[in-house]
């Protein structure tokens, strides 16, 4: 369901042209079996950012069942990628879809809470493991925290993407289904917005593409 139109996601998803079969039927069944994954408008935008960055050293923090890192992995032949879940649910589904995928040997999982795992990561990381794109799209509440410890793992110059800053219309109106209920979800996620459109070392671009995305990239 999305916040703006129906009509308008419908049409829009029939541009939606995937990297390859093997990552549509992904997909189809992250879709069928209703798990959370990037959604096609969403993929589409990464795509292009992708096409114009290349990075080569990707972070991302909310693995599901693997369909974003692997969509990564494909996009970009030569790049490597640090995938982070904790839910007992997806970490096994996840490590057999990169153990099934030659992709995946470029995808290293890591699992346990995002916060634990970053704080590893910082603490070992070297000049040559910084990262130069930042995916997150895990625990709304806890953006901040994620971004400010992907932000020491980061190169200068670096882009950080947000994913679901909207939150089916939460974050920016009561009157949406559901956002009472999610109260706390959006009182973080608009205190993040803030501080991120209050820093001026920042550029920062909000859009209302898919679940609403924040495009940020890092002073070089
Ligand atoms: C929206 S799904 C990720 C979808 C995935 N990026 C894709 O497109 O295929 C969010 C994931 O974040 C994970 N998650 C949420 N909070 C987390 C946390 N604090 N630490 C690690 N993983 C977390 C959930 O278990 C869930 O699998």
Not at 72 to 85: M, N, Q
Not at 195 to 210: K, P
Request: hydrophobic share 40%; net charge negative.
């Amino acid at each position: 369901m999305s916040f703006t139109s129906d009509k308008v996601t419908e049409y829009l998803s029939t541009f939606y042209r995937p990297v390859d079969d093997d990552l549509a039927a992904l997909r189809y069944y992250n879709e069928e079996n209703e798990v959370p994954l990037i959604l096609r408008e969403t993929e589409g935008l990464l795509s292009f950012l992708l096409e114009i960055l290349k990075p080569q050293h990707i972070l991302e923090i909310g693995t599901a069942y693997g369909y974003s890192a692997m969509f990564f992995a494909k996009k970009l032949p030569a790049a490597r990628i640090t995938t982070i879940d904790r839910a007992p649910a997806m970490i096994p589904v996840a490590t057999q879809v990169f153990y099934d995928h030659e992709e995946g040997e470029r995808i290293d999982f890591r699992t346990g809470d995002a916060a634990d795992v970053l704080d590893d990561l910082v603490e070992n990381c070297s000049g040559d493991d910084l990262y130069d794109f930042v995916f997150i799209d895990a625990g709304k509440s806890h953006y901040r925290d994620f971004f400010d410890k992907a932000e020491q793992l980061c190169r200068p110059g670096a882009v950080i993407v947000c994913d679901n800053i909207l939150m089916h219309g939460w974050t920016v109106d009561r009157s949406y289904e559901g956002a009472k209920r999610h109260r706390t979800n959006v009182k973080y996620m608009r205190q993040f917005l803030d501080y991120i459109y209050e820093r001026e070392d920042l550029t920062v671009s909000l859009l209302s593409s898919g679940d609403g995305l924040a495009i940020i990239k890092l002073h070089e």
